[in-house]
C-alpha cells in the first residue's frame, strides 16, 4: 500500500508544477519503433553533432529497451511547457529516489534552459541533469500517447499547443 500513497504523492507533485496531466503506466503502455531514432539522428537540431545532450553513453537500442521493461511503474507526465516539463520530471525523479526508488529516471530530451549552449559546442552548465531522450530509446511518443487516449498531434505552426511527454521510470 506504500507503493499508491507514493503515486498520489508524485502526481500531487507534478501537479504543483502546473503539469498538464499524470498516468501511471507500465511498459505494456509504451510503443517502440526503431524509426524514432532515425528520426531523432538526421533531422533534428540537436543531434547534427556529437553532444552530450544527445549522446546514447555507450548503449545499444537493445539495452535501452531492455532498460525500460525492466520497471513495473511508469510515469507518464503531460505539459505544454518544455522547460517545465525537463524540470519537472528531475524533481519527480528525486522525490521518487529519496523514497527508496532508487532506480528512479527520468526520460526526456533537456530543456532545461531556454537557448541550450550544447548544439554550438559550449559545455553544459548542469551536465549531471541532461536525461537521455525518448528518441533515443525508440520510443513511439505519438502512438504511444494516442493509445492511451492523450493529444499529441505535429504542429503546424510556431504558435500551435504544444502536447510534450516526459517518462518517470519508478521501480
Ligand atoms: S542543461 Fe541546458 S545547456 Fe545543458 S543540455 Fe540541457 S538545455 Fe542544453
Not at 526503431?34 to 537500442?61: H, M, Q
Not at 521493461?69 to 507518464?76: C, S
Not at 503531460?78 to 529519496?98: G, N, P, T, W, Y
Amino acid at each position: 500500500m506504500k507503493q499508491k500513497a507514493d503515486w498520489e504523492k508524485y502526481v500531487a507533485l507534478a501537479n504543483s508544477l502546473k503539469m498538464t496531466e499524470v498516468r501511471m503506466i507500465s511498459p505494456k503502455n509504451i510503443v517502440f519503433d526503431i524509426r524514432a531514432i532515425l528520426k531523432c539522428r538526421w533531422g533534428c537540431e540537436y543531434s547534427v553533432a556529437d553532444n552530450l545532450r544527445c549522446g546514447a553513453r555507450d548503449t545499444t537500442y537493445r539495452e535501452r529497451v531492455e532498460m525500460i521493461k525492466r520497471y513495473k511503474h511508469i510515469l507518464l507526465v503531460h505539459s505544454h511547457d518544455v522547460r517545465q516539463l525537463s524540470a519537472a520530471v528531475l524533481k519527480i525523479e528525486r522525490s521518487a529516489f529519496l523514497d527508496g526508488y532508487y532506480f528512479a529516471f527520468a526520460i526526456r530530451c533537456c530543456n532545461l534552459c531556454k537557448n541550450c549552449v550544447v548544439q554550438k559546442g559550449t559545455s553544459c552548465p548542469k551536465p549531471e541533469k541532461i536525461r537521455p531522450c525518448d528518441s533515443s530509446f525508440g520510443i513511439d511518443v505519438y502512438k504511444t500517447t494516442r493509445r492511451l487516449g492523450l493529444p499529441c498531434e505535429v504542429l503546424q505552426n510556431k504558435n500551435d499547443v504544444q502536447n510534450r511527454y516526459g517518462f518517470v521510470l519508478i521501480d
